[in-house]
């Protein structure tokens, strides 16, 4: 068994009419005037009332810590585009058509939406859900998202109630959860009474292909004892399934913890352990024959191959695989000179980094410090640019932990470090999404103080850019109104939102309460067009 792991988990953009209409929308939003959700609104600075049941083991002076530590952590401030005008010829029509939808819940004001690219921002979603309506804390799991979702495998947490029918697996999480960014609502997608779902559902990787999640590796508890070098395919859709890949060819040891990547209907696999030894083999999968091959087997003693890893992440920039960071369980590897898989020559590059501008000093070098366990995702920019953003992680000393988040360009190799935003404590064994609209979110892992470790199922997210300004009206809507899922597709379009935006909700339940008013009032109306006149004059 890894010593490593047992040591620490015992230690715990539009344009045209539907544009106008999303311009028209955000105005409302930012003035305040749209309201929606009375019934299951909170602030997003006021703490949340499921906080008590964040984790199995927390006390309530836990709870109130964490409490205390979410009044000045749940701000969702954003950088507000000043520069835009906005056309207002209809703004009266849709307005009424608006309200006669938001006013069924009747009025009601949050703080006002601001967009700041680079902050870090605690996703209020807990006081949404009843007890068991979302993930409890887990460390191990592994995120990725869509452009409605971000979905949660796996996972692990100690202190789990045990599962007379999983007695085996009890302590993992044999769980699929979806949560929906307009709604900010978790749903639990598959688990095992339902499904057929691996056990290994510890430190495994996770894809996207062709909309379909594909996982492979991981590890079962104990650690070790039992890994995989199978893939699973999940669906999402309406009828949620999983089913085990049947492969051939020259397939990868069993292990947990490495790293893949699509490249041309292929997946990649790099390193990994099987909790005694480690590798940075490298193996890929074709996804159309389902057949796997040896692509490069490293031999650091006899050559510049990369040492052997596990808990690295790596990113892609179509010609080269990066790896970041990773270790055994006592090492750690650094930042500085990074390996990176050449997918023309199937063989090893090493790239000497450059460190931030900002450094002034020998003790802040301007590169992050090695680490393992860490986060990552990368991101496009404008400029077709890709690059990769870092949280978290720990060294190998177990006395080392991160709350830093760095980005690294990946043509120009230059670290940034992002000094307006950091984690509210340190975490590892987190993980980390890209919604593909230069979002990141961060969910769940170990959180570090001084006082103990203990898991969590937080969830921050953090604009790496400024996106379209068609997101950010669409980001200002759902930030005033979480019941937009409760009507169905025709108002929506007809409220001005476009299509593309309506299909990121889930789809319309079949029974539905009905609501107390169907009538706007036209008093409201009055004063809403009144103040957008003022507002735009």
Known sequence: MDQDDGHLEENEQLQGDNYEGMQDLAIGALEEYIAMDVMEEDSDIDSEPGDAVDDDDESSDDVHEEIMEQDSWSSDEYYDDSDSTFQVESTNACFQQLHRMLNRYGEQTKPNYSFKPLRLIRCQYKSRHDVGEFPIARSGHRIIASESHLYSLGGYNPK?????????????????????????????????????????????ALVIYNNVLISHGGTGYPFGETCSNDCYVYTTGENPQVMLLKVAGDLPVAQYGPGIVIHNDYLYTIGG?????????????????????NVYICRPEMRDDPEGRYRHEVVYDGHHIYVLGGGTSHTVYDLQRIPAFNLETNCWDHFDTLPDRTASSAQDPGYP???????????????????????????????????????????????YKIH??????????????????????????????????????????????????????????????????????????????????????????????????????????????????????
């Open 160 to 204: 789990r109630t045990p599962n007379n029918t999983q007695r085996d697996a009890c302590m993992l999480f044999q769980e699929l959860w979806a949560y929906n960014f307009a709604t900010s609502r978790w749903k639990l997608l598959l688990d095992a009474e339902n499904s057929a779902m691996p056990r290994e559902l510890a430190s495994n």
């Open 273 to 293: 352990t099987t909790g005694f030894d480690y590798s940075c083999d490298v193996f890929r999968l074709n996804l159309i024959t389902k057949v796997w091959e």
């Open 369 to 415: 410090k090695a680490r393992k366990c860490l986060s990552c995702v990368q991101h496009t920019a404008s400029n077709g640019d890709i690059e990769a953003f870092i949280t978290g992680g720990l060294q190998g000393d177990f006395t080392t932990y991160f709350n830093d988040i760095w980005k690294l360009n990946l043509r120009t190799k230059q670290w």
């Open 420 to 537: 307006s935003a950091t984690l509210p404590r340190p975490l590892y064994f987190h993980s980390a999404a890209h919604a593909g609209n230069g979002c990141m979110y961060i969910f769940g892992g170990i959180e570090y103080s001084e006082k103990d470790m203990r898991r969590r199922n937080d969830l921050f997210k953090m604009w790496m850019t400024i996106p379209k300004l068609s997101d950010i009206c669409w980001d200002a809507i759902t930030h005033y109104n979480h019941n937009l899922h409760r009507f169905d597709r025709a108002t929506l379009l007809g409220a001005g939102i476009p299509d593309r935006y309506v299909n990121l909700l889930p789809s319309l339940p079949q029974r539905m309460r009905k609501h107390i008013s169907e009538e706007p009032s036209s008093s409201f109306i009055n004063t809403v067009t009144k103040r957008m006149r003022s507002h735009i004059d």
